[in-house]
């Protein structure tokens, strides 16, 4: 069993930042991409940010510049530090890491609010 935990979600200022991070514990071997998602209300779960186990990333458009995708391999861990953010940045993001060529894990998501 796999599980994957995700903090640092929160409610703050547009302009203002804040860093997620995703834990997983359980048997995962051979992490080969970790990623983030966000779904905002009525609309479609959409790839924030990704990075692979050889270290290239990818970025939505509307984040590029502002978000950074990072990862600690030896914890398992991939953070996603937010700068500049923006109302509609305001969803809730999951982390998914897809490992052992072939199993796809998800986090229970962690709401990010932007708002004034």
């Known amino acids: 069993q796999v599980h994957l935990v995700e903090s640092g979600g929160g409610l703050v200022r547009p302009g203002g930042s804040l860093r997620l991070s995703c834990a997983a514990s359980g048997s995962i071997f051979s992490i080969n991409r970790m990623a983030w998602y966000r779904q905002a209300p009525g609309k479609q779960r959409e790839l924030v940010a990704a990075i692979t186990s050889g270290d290239s990333t990818d970025y939505l458009d509307s984040v590029k510049a502002r978000f950074t995708i990072s990862r600690d391999t030896a914890a398992n861990t991939v953070h996603l530090q937010m700068n500049a953010l923006k109302p509609e940045d305001t969803a809730v993001y999951y982390c998914?890491?897809?490992?052992?060529?072939?199993?796809?894990?998800w986090g229970q998501g962690t709401q990010v609010t932007v708002s004034s």
């Open positions: 998914n890491f897809f490992w052992g060529n072939r199993f796809s894990s």
